[in-house]
């Protein structure tokens, strides 16, 4: 009798440890699921806000404008591009490390974006800011806004740039976390080297003028310079983004250029309806720009297509009624 009663003793203890287990065990879960559902929406809310900030920073002149997103807390930005549809998709997501979790590996849920193009890294890391600029897209009419990011944790030393950058860099655009030298051997520890002209061993980033091409990760991209104040635009987009980033962004720049070449046409029609007899002569110079735009495959493609846009803008700017 007495070792059928440890056995039953032991057998209830048993049994309220699995049941305690079992309590435990949901609460953790319980928790844990609050917990990750808060995260997200961290995450979620952050995504959408820097979309929203980069609201103030589309141009109306043709100048370049520039901010600055703080942060309290260690944040990360993911930027991705798909082509998909007429317009393709901006994805902006963030990640912010919080009292509830210090993993920002993922974001959260990723807000989309079709009018906005945003060139960078994939993922970038900042701890107080990060840097935005802007630049007007005129190709030869306005397509839209560059914005182009970097973060605080994020330093690049320009080598052997040219002037008008240097200038352009620190008085216009007023950009930090930017230096410039003339050798290689003086920049700072832990910069992303761009080198303009010249292929040292060291450069991250390489810079040929002359050939209209950046390489970047052993990838190469080709922008080219544009007529107005935005000269530079597609240079600093592809020195501050990945090569796949670049690449997207520019196929959805060319098939926004597409739909407003089409808009244009009809605008044509209409010039001539309210007595502008000058405006049809651009019907074939829009037509060839919009075919362009159309076949637009990669940024190899870029120095076609800017031959027809300084066609089409030459031809549209002694125009008593111009088309834009």
Not at 114 to 140: D, H
Not at 284 to 307: M, T, V
């Amino acid at each position: 009798m007495q070792n059928k009663k440890a056995l039953e003793f032991s057998f209830a203890w048993i049994f309220a440890i699995f049941i305690g287990a079992v309590i435990i065990f949901l609460a953790i879960y319980a928790a844990t699921r609050i917990v990750g559902t808060e995260q997200t929406k961290i995450d979620a809310e952050t995504a959408k806000q820097i979309g929203i900030l980069l609201n103030p920073l589309e141009t109306v002149l043709e100048e370049g404008k520039t901010s600055t997103i703080f942060v309290n807390k260690e944040t990360k930005i993911f930027n991705s591009c798909r082509e998909q549809g007429v317009y393709g998709v901006q994805e902006i997501g963030a990640s912010v490390s919080t009292a509830i979790s210090d993993d920002s590996s993922n974001p959260g849920i990723k807000s989309s974006f079709r009018n906005k193009y945003l060139f960078s890294s994939s993922v970038s890391e900042g701890k107080k800011e990060f840097y935005v600029f802007s630049k007007p897209f005129n190709f030869p009419f306005k397509i839209a806004d560059l914005m182009i990011l970097y973060s605080d944790q994020e330093k690049y030393c320009f080598v052997n740039s040219p002037a008008e950058i240097k200038e352009e860099i620190n008085k216009s655009l007023k950009l930090k976390n930017i230096f410039f030298i003339n050798n290689i051997r003086n920049c700072q520890a832990n910069t992303k080297k761009v080198c303009f002209n010249t292929d040292y061993e060291e450069c991250d980033i390489i810079v040929s003028q002359s050939l209209n091409k950046v390489i970047r990760g052993g990838d190469e991209v080709y922008y080219v310079e544009l007529e107005q104040t935005d000269k530079y635009a597609l240079l600093y987009a592809a020195i501050f983004s990945e090569p796949k980033i670049y690449k997207c962004q520019l196929k959805r720049l060319m098939s926004r250029a597409a739909i407003l070449a089409e808009l244009y046409t009809k605008k044509i029609t209409h010039l001539s309806f309210e007595g502008c007899p000058s405006a049809p002569l651009l019907f074939d110079y829009i037509g060839s720009y919009k075919r362009f735009a159309e076949l637009f495959s990669g940024p190899e493609d870029l120095e076609n297509i800017k031959e027809k846009a300084e066609l089409l803008s030459s031809k549209n700017a002694p125009l008593t009624c111009r088309l834009f």
